[in-house]
């Protein structure tokens, strides 16, 4: 299992963006709608209490890592020397200290939710993933765990705009999770890990009044913790060898390994009730998608509201047809490169076709553009299309599961019914692009005709991965524009 390490990582790091959304969103929603009021703590903290919920139940029910809560422990000062540093570092950012009671208790409850969430997860979870089912080094386990750490302030520069302070929180925590994993490992003891978290956080909350990182970091004290951080791991993780090696084979029982083991995927004969289960999932997008933004205001929560929507109906359209993905693909692994070859090839007939079929419609109905202006000089804006375009990479899996192949090809064979249904198929694709083109259904027709184009795919290719990879490359260059835009705009801002 070793060669899928980097998909765990991108997993576990792709799941953390959507399940903390996911977690917020709830949170916002359960305040809004019960009229709880306005209380940005009260909010945060809930918003923390079900993220780890989140990730509790899929190491329960899916991962099943031995996560280590409590042991006894050797005394050793660098553990305390590490949060030293912290406290006098951030007593030179110009603190503001509040100290009543109700912002005393209020930092103490924010520094423990925030601390048992992120260490259960980027601690308690991946570290000791890493460490039994890959068999990694107590440094390399250490190094990923702090990586995915920092990696996930990132998103911190859409809400500041401020790249500078989100490049230094990004190095402090890359640091202190590089140091809490040596800590964690060598010792086994995830509640030091969180207390040692929460002492920092509660810190921080009293002097600053928030965890945001538009206060309370600067690129220099961020470049000095990430040292001192990752020194302090070193020493830990080199002086405690034995208990690393007593750690080692720790971890994932049997059941939790023999569960992601792949299973022989079976041929289905063709189901209308499962063509209908699965078209509710974009039907369920659409008005979700309607319903849930209108709480919020701000544009990156409605953004982020409509991913985690499309990610939801991404993960249920592919535990539907799981068995025929799982088939397909042992059929596709090994003609890859010549099926990326003709993915690529598909994709510029797709877009050959797609302006050929605008300029006949032109011809005969008046079409207008749906695009609208954007200000690429605003780093929030060029980040808005950033996350807005992920949905992209999960439209190829959801959009040709439900109607390539369940509306389409799973009724193959069966004479004028197999082309109706290509038809059908088509059309409804158009259709489910209502959104992209604000309703105007004469701007939907092209994309029907690529519908069919992608069906047509299917039919010949007979292996669904080859519409998924064709699909996928069509999708991309979206997000490579968006990514490009982003990056041109950053770029822009900072010079």
Request: proline share 2%.
């Amino acid at each position: 299992m070793r060669k899928h390490l980097s998909a765990f990582l991108l997993g576990i790091f792709v799941l953390m963006l959507f399940l903390s959304s996911f977690a917020s969103v709830i949170s916002h929603l359960i305040f809004h709608y019960l009229s709880l009021g306005s209380d940005t703590n009260a909010e945060n903290t809930v918003t923390e209490l079900i993220g780890f919920g989140c990730f509790w139940l899929l190491n329960r029910f899916y991962l099943k890592a031995r996560v280590h809560w409590w042991s006894r422990i050797d005394r050793n000062w660098l553990w305390g020397l590490a949060f030293m540093v912290v406290f006098i570092g951030d007593s030179t950012l110009n603190p503001q200290f509040t100290l009543t009671v109700s912002a005393i208790l209020w930092a103490i409850v924010i520094g423990l939710v925030v601390g048992i969430f992120e260490e259960y997860l980027f601690r308690g979870l991946v570290v000791t993933y890493l460490r039994t089912h890959f068999g990694l080094s107590g440094v390399w386990t250490a190094l990923w765990s702090g990586l995915i750490f920092g990696l996930a302030h990132a998103i911190n520069v859409l809400q500041s705009g401020d790249l500078v302070n989100t490049i230094a929180q990004i190095l402090q925590a890359f640091g202190l999770g590089f140091f809490l994993a040596a800590l964690y490992l060598i010792t086994n003891n995830l509640w030091l890990a969180i207390i040692g978290h929460a002492v920092i956080d509660c810190f921080d909350q009293l002097a600053f009044g928030t965890l945001s990182n538009s206060a309370g970091t600067s690129l220099h004290t961020g470049i000095i913790y990430a040292v001192v951080f990752v020194v302090l791991g070193g020493v830990i993780l080199s002086t405690h060898t034995d208990q690393l090696r007593a750690s080692s084979g720790r971890g994932v029982t049997q059941r939790g390994r023999k569960k992601m083991d792949f299973k022989k995927g079976t041929q289905e004969p063709a189901s209308l009730k499962m063509a209908l289960y699965a078209l509710l999932i974009p039907i369920a997008e659409l008005i979700l998608g309607d319903f849930l933004v209108k709480p919020f205001h701000s544009k990156l929560v409605q953004v982020i509201i409509v991913d985690v929507i499309f990610f939801i109906g991404f993960l249920v359209a592919i535990w539907m047809f799981k068995d025929v993905l799982k088939r397909d693909w042992q059929a596709f692994k090994p003609h890859f490169w010549r099926g990326t070859l003709l993915a690529i090839g598909a994709v510029v007939i797709t877009y050959i076709l797609l302006p050929l079929v605008r300029s006949g419609l032109g011809l005969f109905l008046h079409t207008s553009s749906a695009a609208g202006g954007v200000d690429v000089l605003s780093a929030q804006t060029a980040g808005l299309g950033v996350i807005a375009s992920l949905t992209t990479l999960m439209a190829p899996f959801t959009e040709e599961i439900i109607f390539r192949h369940a509306w389409f090809y799973q009724w193959r064979n069966r004479g004028i019914v197999t082309w109706l249904m290509l038809i059908l198929s088509s059309i409804m694709f158009g259709l489910f692009h209502w959104n992209n083109f604000n309703g105007d259904i004469t701007q939907m027709i092209p994309y029907m005709v690529v519908g069919a184009w992608f069906g047509l795919i299917y039919y010949w290719s007979k292996n669904i991965w080859q519409n998924i990879l064709t699909h996928f490359l069509f999708d991309f260059v979206q997000v490579l524009a968006a990514v490009f835009v982003l990056v041109m705009t950053l770029m822009h801002v900072t010079g």
